[in-house]
Nanobody, 127 residues
Framework: QVQLVESGGGLVQAGGSLRLSCAAS????????MGWLRQVPGKEREFVAA????????FYADSVKGRFTISRDNAKNTVYLQMNSLKPKDTAVYYC????????????????????WGQGTQVTVSS
C-alpha cells in the first residue's frame, strides 16, 4: 500500500515562494514517476508538474512553467515542488500523486495518469 503525505502549504503574498514536500511510503518509490496536481472548489483537478522515476526528466503545465520546479530525492522517498513568483490564481489544494505504471515517461502527463494520491495541502496566495 502506498501512502503519500504532503506538507509545506500555507498563506503567502503574491510574488512569494513556498516549497511543498511529499513523503511516500513503500519500497517502490524510485520506480514511479511522481506528480503534483491542484484543485479549487468546483473545478476539476489540474495537472501541475511531473518528474520521472529517476529525476531525469520533468514536465510542467504551461501555467506554472518557469515559476515552479519539481524535484525528488529517491533516498528519502520524497518529492518536492518549489513554487516561486506565486500568483493569486495559484491558490488551490495541492496534491502529490504517484503514476499508475512504473518507469513511465512524463511528457504529456495528465491528471488521469495517477492512481495514488495524498490528502492535499492548502496553498493560499493573497493579492
Amino acid at each position: 500500500q502506498v501512502q503519500l503525505v504532503e506538507s509545506g502549504g500555507g498563506l503567502v503574498q503574491a510574488g512569494g515562494s513556498l516549497r511543498l514536500s511529499c513523503a511516500a511510503s513503500g519500497r517502490t518509490f524510485s520506480s514511479y514517476a511522481m506528480g503534483w496536481l491542484r484543485q479549487v472548489p468546483g473545478k476539476e483537478r489540474e495537472f501541475v508538474a511531473a518528474i520521472s522515476w529517476n529525476g531525469g526528466s520533468t514536465f510542467y503545465a504551461d501555467s506554472v512553467k518557469g515559476r515552479f520546479t519539481i524535484s525528488r530525492d529517491n533516498a528519502k522517498n520524497t518529492v518536492y515542488l518549489q513554487m516561486n513568483s506565486l500568483k493569486p490564481k495559484d491558490t488551490a489544494v495541492y496534491y502529490c500523486a504517484r503514476e499508475s505504471r512504473p518507469f513511465r515517461r512524463v511528457e504529456g502527463s495528465t491528471n488521469t495518469d495517477y492512481n495514488y494520491w495524498g490528502q492535499g495541502t492548502q496553498v493560499t496566495v493573497s493579492s
